[in-house]
């Protein structure tokens, strides 16, 4: 199992707000590492979608926002749309001197 | 733009070997370490290696510790992955990912779109 724990699923109708947990340890986020997210579109390569466990970068809409809180973090977006049904990846670095990923959870836009 | 290719992907026996290339364009490569990250077929994504901006350090999973080298010719703006002893596991999708440094938080902010891997007798 991955180092970084989020759910497998989440899912919203158009116009909610999910959010998507991702739980780690003394080791990783909660030695203040920070946690970055990952959007993956159906056959296409993961997108950088949040460094920093709060920051957008250029081109990525305000609907996307982190945050991080002790030894989690989590992912929140508003306004869902169909074009945000994806698969969204935590990741974040481990004392264990070794970069780590969350498992990876799938959004359903219902 | 800012792009990353990878190459080299293809079907190999198990136990045989398989170079991976990424070039990169658009940016100063050897300013940025860079990383190799995989994924099986329908699972999430798996770290494999980084390198250093200057190729002297460098990082390996477990997984493939003792198999794979990673290396970089900032000369030719290309990124390497040397793989050996493959074994059905190591079957995926291998991207290549600049990291963003500092400024990025460390983050993998450009992200190639990835050369299969089959491995298979």
């Known amino acids: 199992q991955s180092v970084l724990t989020q759910p497998p699923s989440v899912s919203g109708a158009p116009g909610q707000r999910v959010t998507i947990s991702c739980t780690g340890s003394?080791?990783?986020?909660?030695?203040?590492?920070?946690v970055h997210w990952y959007q993956q579109l159906p056959g296409t390569a993961p997108k950088l979608l949040i460094y920093?466990?709060?920051n957008r970068p250029s081109g990525v809409p305000d609907r996307f926002s982190g945050s991080k809180s002790g030894t989690s973090a989590s992912l929140a977006i508003t306004g869902l749309q169909a074009e945000d049904e994806a698969d969204y990846y935590c990741?974040?670095?481990?004392?264990?001197?070794?970069?780590?990923f969350g498992g990876g959870t799938k959004l359903t836009v219902l | 733009e800012v792009q990353l290719v990878e190459s080299g992907g293809g079907l190999v026996q198990p136990g045989g070997s398989l170079r991976l290339s990424c070039a990169a364009s658009g940016f100063t490569f050897s300013s940025y370490a860079m990383h190799w990250v995989r994924q099986a077929p329908g699972k999430g994504l798996e770290y494999v290696s980084a390198?250093?901006?200057?190729?002297?350090?460098?990082y390996y999973a477990n997984s493939v510790k003792g198999r794979f080298t990673i290396s970089r010719d900032n000369s030719k703006n290309t990124l390497y992955l040397q793989m050996g002893s493959l074994r059905a596991e190591d079957m995926a999708v291998y991207y290549c990912?600049?990291?963003?440094?500092?400024?990025?938080?460390?983050?993998?902010?450009?992200w190639g779109q990835g050369t299969m891997v089959t491995v298979s007798s």
């Open positions: 990741q974040s670095y481990d004392s264990s001197l070794s970069w780590v």
């Open positions: 990912a600049r990291d963003g440094g500092a400024t990025g938080g460390g983050a993998f902010d450009i």
């Open positions: 003394s080791s990783n986020i909660g030695a203040g590492y920070d």
């Open positions: 390198i250093s901006s200057n190729g002297g350090s460098t």
């Open positions: 920093g466990n709060s």
